[in-house]
T-cell receptor, first 111, second 112 residues
Framework: DAKTTQPTSMDCAEGRAANLPCNHS???????VYWYRQIHSQGPQYIIH???NNETNEMASLIITEDRKSSTLILPHATLRDTAVYYC????????????FGGGTRLMVKP | DVKVTQSSRYLVKRTGEKVFLECVQD?????MFWYRQDPGLGLRLIYF???????EKGDIPEGYSVSREKKERFSLILESASTNQTSMYLC???????????FGQGTRLTVV
């Protein structure tokens, strides 16, 4: 699976949009981009995934560049409860594909 | 409501003991995973199973083994626990394909 690079930490003001970048320059054609987050003392929680088109759900939006070498997770109106570590992962869809996590971005939402 | 259940939330064991961490999922998922999480090191994959009796080593399999005799249950075994295995252990499951993984709440293991 391709590796990802994320900033170690970011701050965001409550109510503003949080934009979390991820670089995955070695992504291959059959690999999807997934985002998870982990709130302190809990297991990671799935947020969203995409292949090449932008995706939106009730939690967030995912913007993937045309060359698929980077993506951005957008939390449109961040709240204090969005403070967490956010992980960007690329993973193929075949049966034997593992799910491995990098260091993630620690997002701090401030009042 | 989908669920991945880990048998213990907190566990204290002595050095040299054989330790079993159990994980059960009720979603008929093919894939199951065991991770450990340590401060500053993030989530590291220990073992992965994509079917009953099938397993693959992850990034840090040394000192661990796994068992998957039934589809819903994936056990992590510490043959002889050591203090450097004190950690938070997380289990996850997913279907094959482009799907999300579901995580348990974790087991905080302390080896003394």
């Amino acid at each position: 699976d391709a590796k990802t690079t994320q900033p170690t930490s970011m701050d965001c003001a409550e109510g503003r949009a949080a934009n979390l970048p991820c670089n995955h320059s070695t992504i291959s054609g059959n690999e999807y981009v997934y985002w998870y987050r982990q709130i302190h003392s809990q297991g990671p929680q799935y947020i969203i995934h995409g292949l090449k088109n932008n995706e939106t759900n009730e939690m967030a939006s995912l913007i993937i560049t045309e060359d698929r070498k980077s993506s951005t997770l957008i939390l449109p109106h961040a709240t204090l409860r969005d403070t967490a570590v956010y992980y960007c992962i690329v993973r193929g869809y075949n049966a034997g594909n593992m799910l491995t996590f990098g260091g993630g971005t620690r997002l701090m939402v401030k009042p | 409501d989908v669920k991945v259940t880990q048998s213990s939330r907190y566990l204290v064991k002595r050095t040299g003991e054989k330790v079993f961490l159990e994980c059960v999922q009720d979603m008929d998922h093919e894939n199951m995973f065991w991770y450990r999480q340590d401060p500053g090191l993030g989530l590291r994959l220990i073992y992965f199973s994509y079917d009953v009796k099938m397993k693959e080593k992850g990034d840090i399999p040394e000192g661990y083994s796994v068992s998957r005799e039934k589809k819903e249950r994936f056990s992590l075994i510490l043959e002889s626990a050591s203090t450097n295995q004190t950690s938070m252990y997380l289990c996850a499951s997913s279907q094959v394909g482009v799907t999300e993984a579901f995580f348990g709440q974790g087991t905080r293991l302390t080896v003394v």
